[in-house]
């Protein structure tokens, strides 16, 4: 594995490490974000055409694992007997067998244990009772009471949780909640650098909850004074791993570089299935508090939203028994929800459901929040993004930016897929967001993986998308001494009179044509014209029956190296009889009409003359 790639481990005791050798040789290159994911190495080796140095040296535990759990320190638990692999039953485990099982993979203190927690087993179990005293080095120094002879039940084979073995702590800043991360791992503590130069607000996070402080803020690379020994961390293990310990690894090297990270100390949002949505927390004299619905109205909520960086409230709710702090009055333009006025606390306990639940707009749902610049259709250009209210390009760290990642923007913005992107440079440089390409890729948000690492930049990236062209127009105009009316289902124009139709699209590029699309119940044709100022003028003879149908305009224009081609709505044209015809039944209905009352007068006539006068 050549020293750029990164690899992710299981239940492997200690952090994997770098090691470099004397002689350059040619080496296998793997993708562990393909390992993660795949079932076999074969599926995730390439032969690189280079030699290296490096090597990776991994230590396993060759008597006790966990599996099945959801990381290298949670599962099934199993030891080794010979060659053979057996599940030991709940009661022939302790508290002090559960602890000495987490130190012997490295992990933290055992928080849970117990039967079933990770599926059933028909396997043989282990069939002796440990009787640990808790400071033994391995599960299987520890003595034992011998054969039990007693059979376990699949539903009893113990699982255990231990807890994540690394300390983090931010330094250097105002308070614990922000500062320079560092982290403890093997009893040392070191800062931290990207083993790829990415982060994102998920991994921020992670380290934000760690601390017990608020929602994530910000984060960003920054420069030490001197070169350290570090830990390396990769943000994007973080994304789907749920311990620090399985996304840090000692690096053969020093850093000039760390991460300066700021979490809120004031306000969190907890329980969410995302970053903005969860049960609203404050914090007061270092302990948190739910705060309860009858606290809080709009106008607090659109501060709380502003101050963890996400949009406008989309609604509150209760949800939950909780403590609440005070009744905050804000008016909406603070910048901190515990800087707007409110009362003294005036209730102890909050009533059932009334705790309040808060959803904020994803900021990237809004289509103010992303822009494709420097071209005329707002679906193709360079990307830029509103974050906290500053307008910045994006550049990209971490695996390549390709054509999946731009296909995340393109849906945000309602540009249909991506046709391609690059990365461009500009002539000077600019302040910029930077943006981890494969976080985009796992979890289709661009807030998400947005952080603050690149304080300017010649770099850019160029999206095209393919909804790039404006819908083009369709119209029906008719000759003068023609008749034609509109009807719900289209246009009527009568036999033997000449009508255009017109394609037409709102300025965007030069060039271009348009093709007619016709269709009836049998055929299909097209006719083409060149745009001329962005339109295109049909005409059609006298119509005919042949004329009766379906009528769409298609644009095509080639831009940007690509063909792209956008089309109208879809209009409909029926032919009703020919004008002489229309004119001989109104003659013959009227001199019907008029033959009819002729009668009707004489006979009127006839029969008033018939009637004897009196005198």
């Known amino acids: 594995m050549d020293s750029g790639d990164q690899w992710i481990f299981g239940?492997?005791?200690?952090?994997?490490?770098?090691?470099?050798?004397?002689?350059?040789?040619s080496v296998w290159g793997i993708d562990s974000d393909c390992v993660v994911f795949k079932s076999t190495l074969k599926e995730c080796v390439e032969k690189l055409d280079r030699s290296s140095k490096s090597g990776?040296?991994?230590?396993c535990s060759d008597s006790v694992r966990l599996v099945n759990g959801t990381d290298l320190c949670s599962g099934r638990l199993e030891v080794k007997s010979g060659q053979r692999w057996s599940p030991v039953c709940e009661e022939d485990l302790d508290l002090q067998g559960a602890q000495v099982v987490c130190r012997e993979l490295s992990c933290g203190a055992p928080s849970v244990f117990k039967g079933g927690m990770f599926g059933e087993v028909d396997a043989p179990f282990w069939s002796k009772k440990f009787q640990c005293e808790g400071h033994e080095s391995?599960?299987?120094?520890?003595?034992?009471?011998?054969?039990?002879?007693?059979?376990?039940?699949?539903?009893?084979?113990?699982?255990?949780?231990?807890?994540?073995?690394?300390?983090?702590?931010?330094?250097?800043g105002y308070s614990n909640c922000s500062g320079r991360l560092e982290l403890k791992n093997d009893g040392q503590w070191r800062p931290?650098?990207?083993?790829?130069?990415?982060?994102?607000?998920?991994?921020?996070?992670?380290?934000?909850?760690?601390?017990?402080?608020?929602?994530?803020v910000s984060t960003r690379r920054i420069k030490a004074s001197s070169d350290r020994a570090v830990w390396g961390i990769d943000s994007d293990c973080l994304?789907?791993?749920?311990?620090?310990?399985?996304?840090?690894?000692?690096?053969?090297?020093?850093?000039?570089?760390?991460?300066?990270?700021?979490?809120?100390?004031?306000?969190?949002?907890?329980n969410e299935a995302g970053l903005c949505s969860g049960r609203l927390e404050v914090k007061s004299d270092q302990r948190w508090s739910p705060v309860c619905e009858e606290d809080l109205d709009l106008q607090s909520a659109q501060v709380v939203c502003r101050e963890i960086g996400c949009g406008a409230p989309l609604f509150i709710q209760g949800k939950m028994i909780g403590l609440s702090t005070k009744d905050f009055q804000c008016k909406g333009n603070k910048s901190a929800v515990l800087d707007c006025g409110g009362s003294s606390p005036a209730r102890n306990t909050c009533s059932p459901g009334k705790a309040v639940e808060l959803f904020c707009a994803n900021p990237d749902l809004d289509p103010d929040y992303a822009r494709l610049v420097g071209e005329p259709s707002q679906c193709a250009g360079t990307l830029k993004v509103k974050h906290r209210e500053e307008?910045?390009?994006?550049?990209?760290?971490?695996?390549?930016?390709?054509?999946?990642?731009?296909?995340?923007?393109?849906?945000?913005?309602?540009?249909?897929?991506?046709?391609?992107?690059?990365?461009?440079?500009?002539?000077?440089?600019?302040?910029?967001?930077?943006?981890?390409?494969?976080?985009?890729?796992?979890?289709?948000?661009?807030?998400?993986?947005?952080?603050?690492?690149?304080?300017?930049?010649?770099?850019?990236?160029?999206?095209?998308?393919?909804?790039?062209?404006?819908?083009?127009?369709?119209?029906?105009?008719?000759?003068?001494?023609?008749?034609?009316?509109?009807t719900p289902q289209g246009y009527q124009v009568l036999i033997g009179t000449s009508f255009n139709i017109t394609c037409?699209?709102?300025?965007?590029?030069?060039?271009?044509?348009?093709?007619?699309?016709f269709s009836d119940s049998?055929?299909?044709q097209s006719y083409t014209l060149t745009a001329v100022n962005h339109s295109a003028y049909f005409l059609f003879p006298p119509a005919n029956q042949t004329h009766r149908g379906q009528y769409s305009c298609v644009y095509h224009l080639h831009v940007l190296s690509h063909h792209f081609s956008s089309k109208s709505q879809t209009l409909s044209l029926t032919v009703g009889a020919p004008l002489i015809d229309l004119i001989i039944r109104c003659v013959v209905l009227l001199g019907g009409l008029l033959i009819n009352n002729t009668a009707l007068y004489c006979y009127y006539k006839v029969t008033t003359r018939q009637i004897p006068r009196d005198y």
């Open 239 to 270: 994304n789907f791993k749920s311990t620090l310990k399985e996304c840090t690894e000692t690096l053969n090297k020093t850093s000039e570089y760390g991460l300066e990270i700021t979490c809120s100390d004031s306000v969190r949002l907890v």
């Open 192 to 216: 931290v650098d990207l083993w790829y130069p990415s982060w994102n607000l998920k991994g921020t996070t992670l380290i934000c909850r760690r601390l017990d402080c608020g929602s994530a």
């Open 504 to 517: 037409s699209i709102k300025p965007q590029y030069e060039g271009g044509y348009f093709k007619l699309i």
């Open 522 to 524: 049998i055929t299909t």
């Open 391 to 486: 307008w910045r390009p994006l550049v990209w760290w971490g695996s390549g930016w390709d054509q999946r990642s731009a296909a995340v923007v393109c849906k945000l913005m309602k540009c249909g897929s991506a046709v391609s992107t690059r990365e461009v440079k500009h002539s000077d440089e600019k302040p910029s967001w930077s943006i981890s390409s494969s976080c985009v890729r796992t979890v289709s948000s661009l807030f998400q993986c947005l952080w603050n690492g690149v304080d300017n930049s010649h770099l850019g990236l160029e999206v095209i998308c393919s909804d790039l062209l404006e819908k083009p127009n369709i119209a029906f105009s008719f000759s003068i001494d023609g008749a034609s009316e509109a």
């Open 11 to 25: 239940n492997v005791p200690g952090i994997p490490r770098q090691l470099e050798g004397v002689f350059d040789r």
């Open 56 to 59: 990776l040296e991994i230590t």
């Open 138 to 172: 391995a599960l299987l120094n520890c003595p034992n009471s011998g054969l039990t002879g007693n059979t376990c039940p699949p539903a009893r084979a113990v699982g255990l949780i231990c807890s994540d073995p690394a300390e983090v702590r931010l330094v250097g």
